[in-house]
């Protein structure tokens, strides 16, 4: 039986406290292999043995987590681990990891990895003045590929350094991503002309993806139901080949009910493809012959080419003197997210029709114009006159 250092406690089996060193050992048995540590304190000898064991457990040694650095955890997690990784998010990763990671950590064994490292990473972004999103996404990144470490056991949970850094702050102010139905509709009448008009009205009036819109075959559109089916997603390589995988997510694969504007859209989409696809039917063939959304030669739409028509239309618009905010392609589901609820619309439908996963990410799409907010608030106003109006009746 062994006392703790005030001689009155009784310690576990396991513990033992050596007044002269003033120091406890904790000590197992645990496969063959007797295994003990010492601490200042009981709880900081019983954390080393259960390190020590967990790692046992997981088949490492010293040797090989010092072996590891955080460049080859990633070749490791995009191509061994998980090879059902989508080619996008692979893309996305290898992004991040050159940008915001290689520089600062790549090198870094796990062994060596502290705190201290990841807030460099985190100063580096702040000092570059980062958008929010960047941020949650190299975060995002880095608490994936960290867990995963742990999981293969080549780091243990103790000694993994994410947890221990605070998400940086300080961040630049959010940008406006939404705008107002008066807005919605200025955008529409410039972009009349457009190769994409039709598109852009679509994504208005739905909330999609653009990926999810320019994989839109023809007979995903049930005319008698009035509904659109979202099943696909258009991405292209590095090496700009074109090709359809699943949407985002699961709640990606659904089915939207087509309001007027939007069916009006995809009616006159058809009718421009005909002029389009019709004199070169024979030169189209294959898995994009039924695109409903396609360029002047019958091909599937880069998203590069969207973007510059967008800012093309942008730009007219101020230089004939009105006021529009900046506009990009995935601001048009903030403005359908936004103008959609501004009108009364349940947010479970809003977050049904956009396709996201929980209806906390569609409120993070969310912008209620001040004009809403106004007219809101005055409802609150209304409703304590009307009260005070039934206590004085009653009175």
């Known amino acids: 039986m062994a006392f703790d250092k005030d001689g009155k406690t009784v310690l576990p089996a396991n513990i033992y406290y ?14 063959g292999e ?18 020590r064991l967990y790692e046992i457990d997981m088949h490492i040694s010293p040797q090989k987590k010092s072996n590891v650095t955080v460049e080859e955890l990633f070749e490791l997690y995009v191509g061994e681990y998980h090879p059902e990784l ?48 960047t941020v949650n996404n190299v975060r995002k990144m880095l608490r994936t590929l960290l867990n995963e470490a742990v999981r293969r056991g080549m780091l243990s949970a103790d000694d993994n350094p994410y947890p221990k850094v ?18 919605r509709d200025q955008f529409l009448q410039y972009a009349g002309k457009s190769l ?34 979202v099943t696909k997603n258009l991405q292209k390589t590095t090496q700009g080949v074109f090709y359809i995988e699943t949407p ?56 590069g080419s969207v973007r510059q028509s967008i800012n093309r239309i942008v730009e007219k618009i101020r230089a004939d003197g009105n006021n529009c905010p900046d506009i990009w392609i995935h601001a048009m589901r903030h403005g359908y997210v936004s103008i959609a609820v501004a009108r009364g619309v349940p947010l479970e439908v809003v977050q049904a029709n956009v396709g996201h996963t929980s209806i906390e990410t569609t409120m993070r799409y969310l912008e209620l114009q001040p004009d809403y907010i106004r007219k809101q608030s005055m409802k609150i106003s209304d ?13």
């Open 248 to 303: 985002k997510t699961r709640e990606s694969i659904r089915d939207i009910y087509l309001v007027p504007e939007a069916e009006g859209a995809i009616k006159s989409q058809l009718e421009l493809r005909k002029i389009i696809v019709e004199p070169i039917q024979e030169d189209i063939k294959g898995e994009f012959e039924n695109l409903l959304f396609v360029n002047t030669k019958g091909k599937p739409v880069n998203v």
């Open 34 to 51: 007797r295994i003990y540590f010492a601490g200042k304190t009981k709880a900081e000898a019983e954390k080393r043995l259960r390190k």
């Open 383 to 395: 409703l304590y006159q009307s009260k005070e109006a039934g206590d004085k009746s009653m009175q």
């Open 86 to 133: 989508k080619p996008t998010t692979v893309q996305q990763y290898r992004f991040l990891y050159d940008y915001y990671l290689k520089d600062f950590i790549g090198k870094v064994k796990l062994k060596n990895l502290l705190p201290y490292h990841i807030q460099k990473v985190y100063n580096h972004l702040v000092e570059k003045k980062m958008k929010q999103g």
């Open 166 to 183: 605070k998400a940086p702050s300080n961040l630049p102010v959010k940008q406006q991503r939404s705008f107002t139905e008066e807005q």
């Open 18 to 31: 050596d007044r002269k060193k003033e120091i406890y050992y904790a000590d197992k048995v645990y496969k």
């Open 196 to 229: 994409y008009a039709n598109l852009y009205k679509l994504l208005l009036y739905t909330g999609m993806r653009v990926g999810e819109a320019l994989a839109l075959m023809i007979c995903d559109v049930d005319w008698d139901n009035h509904v659109l089916h």
